[in-house]
């Protein structure tokens, strides 16, 4: 009988132990939208020269978010490896955001690439929120950008 009290015990204090040590790698991560599919994973670098071939086609991407939104995390901009500059991320219908504190992380994201042309008012304001555009001679803004329907973060 007391042997049974006794592994009962230890099995006890084994799960109280290692309670934080889940909860903590749980806490590291953070999901948004959808589940990530089986959509075939792009390099970020390589889909960054070429766009135009993932056209039409929902991709998974990886890589770091090197600026957020501050006012309410609606864009990040997700860069390659060592890279300066990257790619602005939306989230499908605006119906998430992710948290303003999420430069650094390490993100994947599965979505579209998409082709969309500011108008000379919605590109300033882009521009003063943070967003890396490059203007058309009439002020208005071409970007190319990536809409998230899934996001994982992982700090």
Not at 91 to 104: C, E, I
Not at 138 to 145: I, N
Request: a negative charge; aromatic letters at 8%.
């Amino acid at each position: 009988m007391h042997g049974w009290i006794i592994r009962s015990l230890v099995l006890a204090a084994a799960l109280i132990i290692s309670l934080p040590l889940v909860a903590g790698a749980q806490n590291d991560l953070v999901k948004r939208g959808e589940a990530i599919g089986d959509s075939p994973i792009v390099d970020l670098a390589e889909a960054l020269r070429s766009i135009s071939s993932y056209a039409d086609s929902t991709v998974t991407l990886e890589g770091q978010v090197k600026r957020v939104c501050q006012m309410k995390g609606c864009w990040m901009e997700l860069a390659p490896a060592g890279a300066d500059r990257g790619i602005r991320v939306t989230f499908k219908d605006y119906a998430f955001f992710v948290p303003t504190d999420s430069s650094g992380a390490r993100a994947r994201l599965e979505g579209m690439f998409e082709e969309y042309t500011w108008s000379k008012r919605d590109a300033d304001h882009l521009i003063a929120e943070g967003v890396a555009l490059t203007r058309n001679p009439d002020g208005t803004a071409t970007e190319v950008s990536f809409v998230a329907q899934a996001v994982e973060l992982r700090k």
